[in-house]
Structures are given as C-alpha cells and as structure tokens.
C-alpha cells in the first residue's frame, strides 16, 4: 500500500511536470521561426511531346531527322554536386517492318543525336547513339550549377538512317529522359 | 515577596466555561444576512501563442514549393464597440543570403479554421515591413465556453505557408523569424 501510494505521487508530479511543459505560453505577441532545408533538385519538361522525323533529299540522299526542345531546372550542391541528363529508347520502333534501335534490319542502321544545352549545363559532345538498353548523356552540370527560375532550354536533334529496306509506313519510339542532381 | 497561586475550585470556573461556550454557540448557530456588491471591470484583452519553429518542406524533382502549416492559438476579449485582429510580420529575413528572400515575396499564406474571429481569405503575402492579416476579431468577442464566445480554449487558426523553390537559391539551410501580434479593443 505505501509503494502504491509513493506511484500515485510520483505519477502526480509527472502529470503536473507534463502539464507544466505543454502549457503554451501566451502574450501579446509570439514568434516564430522558419526553417528550410534547400537541397539539390532537378526536374525537366519535354516541350516536344511528338518529335517528328522528316528526310531530305531524294533517294534515300538524307536521313530522317527531327529535333526535341526541352526545359530543365537544376540545383546542384555547391562545391560537390553534379547532375546529368540522360536518355533512353525505353520503346523501340514499332510497328515491325521499319527502323529498329535494337534490331535494326541493316548493320549500321542507328538512331543517333547531338545535343544542346544553354548554362548552365554543358551538352554532350559530338554524335551520340541512342540506345534501348543502356542511357547516353545528353548534357552534364557542375557543382553549384543553377538554372534559372523558369528554367533553362535545351534540345536534342535526331538522326535516323533512311534505309531502302524499311517498309513504308509511320513508325514511332519512345524515348525517355533522365535529369539528376547532387 | 512570594505569592502562591489561588486554586479556585470547580464550581466556580466550570459554570462559567460552560456559558461562554453556549455563548459561542449562539453566535455560529445564529443566520443573517450580508449583502456584499462586486464589481469587475472586464477589459479588452488579447494573447497569442505560437509553436517556436516550424519547418517548410517540399517534394524533390518538382521545384515545388516549400510548405508548412502553423496553429497559431489565442484568447481574446473584445468589448461591444471594439473588435481585434491577429497579424504577421516576417521580423527576420531568411539567412543567410542565396537561399529565399521573403522581401522579394517569396513567402506567401493563406488561413484557414479560425475557431474565433474571421481567418484572413485568398493567398496573403508576407512582408518584412508591414503587418498583414490573419484573423479579424468581431465585437464582443470571447474565448471558450461556447455560447456566446468560442467553443474552444484557446482558439486556433491555420496559416498554411507556402515559400517560392527557385532553381537559383543555393543548397543549405535557411531560416527567418516570422512575429504575431494580436491586439483587441
């Protein structure tokens, strides 16, 4: 009975302690303050939702060729961070009968693009080959990289072999880009 | 020269004992009737209270923006003729610099769920020189009980805050002081 009695008390004095602490305190005026944790981001927007690929020239002279416009925002860490962007052919040409990036009916068939970036980013060098299993760059930042509020533009121009043995008809892919930042 | 105590017998001092105590008696057992009048001047009166920080988070890979919601309690008086109002006023911009600025608007409210009083309406912008509203108190006014008054105590309010997430602030950690003020007449 007497350790029953030293719980109650001690169990009074926590609740009073409780009640003391959550007890909010009042006045004329009260302050509080903000915080925020900024950290890197980045996000795209692909402005070409349907690239779509005409050839020049005359007999088979030219390839079929389009270009993709997008707009990236980025927010690298300073001093550390980087960030890229990327593509991939996540859904090959169909229907069958046409151009390929996996299989494509002739060696040397490819779908291929250079890129172009505005600063912050840095577009990838020369002609690059798209792929269906792996990802190819399409720009990279630098650490402290900001693009602007908006955002800031970009674009990808395409080039897809015109081969006589492709049948006629419309063929599309899907291709999906990537932007990271650390 | 010595005096020695006088020893009065019991019947003497316990009749008397016994009539002082039924004297006594009387007294308590006895009614009657005081009439005291009480006046209390009730004046206006306001208190505000608010958590000590609040965090804005967001969502990665959109540039949404950063968002938090406050519960800013209070207990006002308002007199017949007076009315009261709850303000806020960004007293410290965020820090340190490259990050968000609440002077270039970039840090935005709205209020919701005023228990007491009418919440602020559309989206407010904070200011780091002017007070801007939260909640208008009406005439009358009173905190908890119900009735006439609140039916909480405290009252409560949201203000749901909403900072810009622009790609040019700097990676860290930023922070700024926000002050209510309430005030009744």
Do not use: H
């Amino acid at each position: 009975m007497r350790r029953s009695g030293y719980f109650s008390l001690l169990r009074g004095c926590l609740l009073l302690g409780l009640a003391g602490a959550a007890r909010a305190q009042f006045a004329s005026t009260g302050t509080t303050t903000l915080s925020v944790t900024v950290a890197a981001d980045a996000g795209l927007q692909v402005n070409t939702a349907t690239t779509t690929m005409t050839a020049s020239g005359t007999a088979f002279s030219g390839s079929y060729t389009g270009t993709t416009s997008l707009t990236y925002k980025i927010r690298t860490t300073s001093s550390t961070g980087s960030g890229t962007i990327t593509l991939k052919v996540t859904s090959d040409f169909s229907p069958a009968g046409g151009p390929s990036v996996l299989s494509p009916p002739t060696a040397g068939d490819t779908l291929t693009y250079t890129c172009t970036l505005t600063s912050p980013g840095t577009g990838c060098s020369g002609s690059q080959t798209a792929s269906t299993t792996s990802s190819t760059s399409v720009g990279t930042f630098g650490a402290g990289a900001k693009s602007a509020s908006g955002g800031n533009t970009g674009s990808v121009a395409w080039t897809l072999t015109n081969d006589p043995s492709y049948t006629t008809g419309t063929y599309s892919a899907t291709v999906t880009f990537t932007i990271s930042a650390t | 020269m010595a005096s020695k105590a006088t020893r009065r017998p019991v019947s003497v001092w316990l009749p008397r004992l016994l009539a002082s105590a039924v004297a006594i008696g009387s007294g308590i057992a006895g009614t009657g009737t005081a009439v005291q009048t009480l006046d209390a001047t009730l004046q206006p009166i306001a208190k505000v209270s608010v958590p000590s920080s609040l965090s804005l988070t967001t969502i990665a890979g959109e540039f949404a923006a950063f968002t938090g919601s406050l519960t800013v309690s209070y207990r006002a008086r308002t007199t017949a003729s007076g009315g009261g109002t709850i303000t806020i006023e960004v007293s410290s911009d965020f820090s340190p610099s490259g990050g968000p600025s609440a002077a270039a608007a970039g840090l935005t409210y709205t209020c919701s769920g005023a228990s007491l009083g009418t919440a602020c309406t559309g989206t407010q912008t904070a200011s780091t020189t002017a007070q801007t509203p939260v909640v208008t108190l009406p005439t009358s006014a009173c905190t908890g009980g119900g009735g006439a008054c609140s039916s909480s105590d405290p009252a409560t309010v949201s203000v749901n805050f909403s900072l810009a997430n622009s790609p040019t602030y700097s990676t860290g950690s930023y922070s700024a002081q926000v002050i209510l003020r309430i005030s009744a007449t």
